[in-house]
């Protein structure tokens, strides 16, 4: 069982706590309670097929039934799709079903997907009654702090959405034993960009323990946890509706949603894309005179948890320079870049020339 | 032309001013300008075919082009049924193509059915970016203060939405003079409203202008509708989210809103059916104890602004009732209802038995 963490995102009255730990779904009635979740209102959880499977839900269903809730379940197929106004609506329907009113919660138990989504439902029926984060995969340390919801829209992703703060994330880390191995190792990718951002002792760390990171183990994917979704949380605290600070946690993302956009999204996961997108970011730090070591750490603790840092050679170097055009970041032949200048340290650079990017995404295709 | 009258929602950093006078739309591009909209990124005008056909939407894109800036216009279809998830995701379609990014504004330009489609796509497209009401209904009045923006679900209305204020109001009176009169009437059922919950001398200057009101004496629709803002936003100043007092807003709702869903939406216009309401929340008032003058004037001064206070015979007692039960502000046989004290006075009721609600239904079918 072990011990749980507990950090708080901090946001004034819209602060609220991040619970860590084994075995965390079975406390969730005791939870509910003290955080002054009432059962006169019927709850609703979201979640996908996949973890539908796999006795989450069944767990968490139970838990809080016992503890005398009135819950009701809406699954939705897995994967990026189900972010549409047409699930979305289907949602509304069933919340309406049920009978969810203002006083109600919204639970999502899943990874990004369903998080964003059923916060999306969250924030706008009846223009927003609470919910709760129960995220089942490692990415979503990242989608479940910070309270950024959205469904996709045809023409752009994540376009359609608001910003709703949930009133606790309850991260149950033996739900991730179910998770397979290549989500695992691209949530880690977020993990890491944590603390390439903000902590490079963290980064360290990720280094020495990359192996027990893969394998699961419980205590240090709970530290790691812990420790991605405090800078996370740190971040947002000082910019919850990112206007300057909160871009610093796109690094790798300028490359990385290029490569998603033409590899196609299933090719690539995100979390690999952007793996490679921060082995870019540092080469370009490079270039503009950081130490050749946060090019060679980058590089080498993405590799050690099992992520790729080369781009595959087929993807087409124009179609990913036309890509990041239709990026907002992307301003009259320069570019918005985070870049590292240390590892655990970066900035924003707007004047990064496209020619430059070019070089990059080429060398890129060569790495070894 | 005439002088213009401002006055300021009170909501701390989200405080906006509301604009009313002759020929406002002419002063647009300078008042944008003012409020720091930015000319660098595109606007979008939301409006529909009524609106559009009547060259109030030949004006504003006019003016906004020669003030600088990029604008292109979406026109939906007139009426309800376009506040529907279908007419917004079109709407975030064209956003999207007009190059909309996170700095630029959606105007709404039309009645409430236009303020709050666009106002939802306004409160969602990239998690919210600036909008700006130029009512050009009566009824717009309500609805363009306050922030509630929101589009219907095939079973329920109104239930998708956000909080999502202004920038500011813009009021020109000069785009009433083509609005039909039977929805200039529907329009001033909610002055008189906000009169009968706040003001009673508003309530007194209403019956002795009636006549100018539905003439669109512009002297005298300036000062009405200054008074019906200023109380709807001296309410929603002190409640932004409907926690409490801001249920007040209500008064006639219930039963208006049961007619409306017996009658068919298009039979009874939502200001008639309320009017109506009114009528019957007074009754109830003085069946527990108010003074009768409170049921006189009340179904006096909506008289005289040429609204219906008779229940129309045909429509089904039970069905009324039955309605009522599905809003959310019935509970075991008793109700919520808003009841008048005074004129200009209301309390909130949450004990009122459904037989008595029934009484008065009986009884406005036969009102004189
Ligand atoms: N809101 C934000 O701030 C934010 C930040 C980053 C990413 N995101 C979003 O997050 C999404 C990606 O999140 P994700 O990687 O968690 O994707 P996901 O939710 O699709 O989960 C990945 C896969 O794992 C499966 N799965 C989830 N939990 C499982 C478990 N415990 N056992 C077995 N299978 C399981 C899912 O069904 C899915 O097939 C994207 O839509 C992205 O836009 C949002
Ligand atoms: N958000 C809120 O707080 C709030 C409050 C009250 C009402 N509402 C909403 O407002 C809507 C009703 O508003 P409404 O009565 O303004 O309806 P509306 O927008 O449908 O306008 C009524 C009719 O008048 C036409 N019209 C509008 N302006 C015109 C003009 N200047 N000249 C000629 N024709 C014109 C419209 O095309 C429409 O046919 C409802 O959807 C209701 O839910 C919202
Ligand atoms: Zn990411
Ligand atoms: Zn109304």
Known sequence: MGEHRTLTVQLGERSYPIYIGEGLIDQAGQRFIEHGISSKSPIMIVTDEHVAVQQHLVRLESVLKQAGFTVSSAVVPAGETSKSLAVFEELVTKALQAGLDRKSTIVALGGGVV??????????????????????????????VGGKVAVNHPLAKNIIGAFHQPEMVLYDLSTLQTLPQRQVRAGLSEVVKHGLIWDAEFVAWCDENADRLQALDSD???????????????????????????????????????????????????GEAISIGMVGAARLAVKLGAPEQVYTVTKHVLSRVGLPVRLPEELDTDLIMDAMKHDKKFQEGSMTFIVPVA????????????????????????EA
């Open 343 to 366: 590892i655990g340290e970066v900035e924003i650079n707007h004047t990064v020339s496209a020619s430059l990017v070019r070089e990059i995404v080429e060398e890129l295709k060569q």
């Open 220 to 270: 240090a994917l709970g530290y790691a946890l812990f420790k991605g979704c405090s800078v996370k949380a740190a971040v947002v605290s000082k910019d919850e509706r990112e206007n300057d600070l909160r871009a610093i946690l796109n690094l790798g993302h300028t490359i990385g949603h290029a490569l998603e956009a033409v590899a196609g999204y299933n090719q690539l996961l995100h």
């Open 115 to 144: 998080g964003d989504l059923a916060g999306f439902v969250a924030a706008s029926y009846m223009r927003g009654i609470r919910f709760v984060q129960v995220p089942t995969t490692i990415l979503a340390h990242d989608s479940s």
